[in-house]
């Protein structure tokens, strides 16, 4: 394909700028999703450090509420009395005003003797949290609640789910809770021990804490048990709370190592780190799910670039304006000293055939001298009584010099000449050559 | 005064020389080498013998190799 050199110019002017552009883009948005996400990782990070703050808090808030109740008069009186009825009231009131899930009184055997809500009686003297606690020590830990533990305290229906996936199959069944729960020993005027209050708080469906959590830092809060969400603030697309569903993604954490890194749930894509829960014994019992949306980072990163490509756009836009008259002036430039330089050839050429027919013209004058010389030589053989043809041939003596000296001036001039027909013809090539470079055309 | 003969190396410095007087205004006249002259060039200058030294002096500073002179 002919190109002129204006066409070459702006062409590798168009090409250098689209391609430094289009590095520049790449570049940028490379550093631009590295850079943003490990800040995003960080600040992820940092805000389910904070979620795990609110979990501590309340954790130290039963803790707290269970350790008062355990020293209460009315309580240890009613206890020491066996007063069923009186306990269970005051621990329904005592329950309902704390926020507490479950409150329960054992005596010291570890059988129930009232409970906040759900049946009485039974026994607890093989829960663990209760066997501590009746031996004089205060619990405060996250734990699991078995299915019989919840059944107990009334509070199998808030933790039984069928666990979906994300297609809204079922996976599994969940029937155990996961909670934060307290003990302590309760004791009689005299510091023996008569029995040990438990309670504390079921997670299961339970949205306090995520919704602290997430009213204060933003992003979506989840607790976990096991791979299956319990709790949320992670809203699905029609603007319901995704809870029961499976995160296979995250499955890893229930053996107690967190996880960072993006997981798509309900359709949006998170920045997230997963956090084990740990009870008092450090074994995992479930999982703190934290995550800001990735469209957030996204959103920057395809602002910046829009950005970029806009302004990138302009600068292109502004180049080409100053690059066009500049090619444009080269090319001209160009473009008239090769038309200068071909039109000296052609008169350079004109001057050539000028000196050679002038030449042949001087050859034919200097052999007319000659031949005029040999008739005047001829004459003076038959005698010059007048002197006349002496002078005569004096005269052609002088001419012939002259025409000598003409001659190999014009031989010397056409040696010159063919000299210059190479560099003419060089000249040609190079005004032919400039041309077409210009041009594009031969 | 009889007139000098100057030649050079070449034709082409010959006519050069021919400029070159011309230009200082010595009068010089442009004729086939004579026999006793040896140079490469056929040509040479014919000047009067008292422009002699002006002659010289002109190819000389004009940068003119002067051959020789004959007399």
Redo the contacts between chains.
Sequence with gaps: MKMSLRARLLGTIVGAILLCFVISIVAARFTLQRDLRSQGQAQVTNGASAFGGYWDSRKDQIRLLVAQDAVADALRAALEAHNAKGLSDQLSNVARTSGLSFLTIVDANGRVVARANGPTGGSLAANPFVKRALTGETVSTAGVLTPADLAGEGLAPQATADIKDADGKVVSHLNEGLALVSAAPMSDRNERTIGAIYGGVLMNHYYDIVDQSTHALGGASALLDGDAIVASTILAPDGTRIVDQALPETAGVASGTPFDGSETVGGTEYLVHVEPILNDQNKPVGARWYGTPMAAINDIINHTTESLALWGLLAAIVALALAVPVVQRISNTIGRRSKQVSDAAKELGVAIVGSEVSGDHVAATKTAVEKSGALIDDLAKAGDPTGKVAQLKSLNEELS?DM??ID??SQ?MSS?MTQAVARVHELGDVAGALDKLVTGES | MADVILYFGSNADTMIATKALKDAGVAAKMIPKPANVSSPANLCLSVDGAAESQAVSALGAAGVALGGVAK
């Design positions: 010099g000598f000296v190999t001036l010397e010159r």
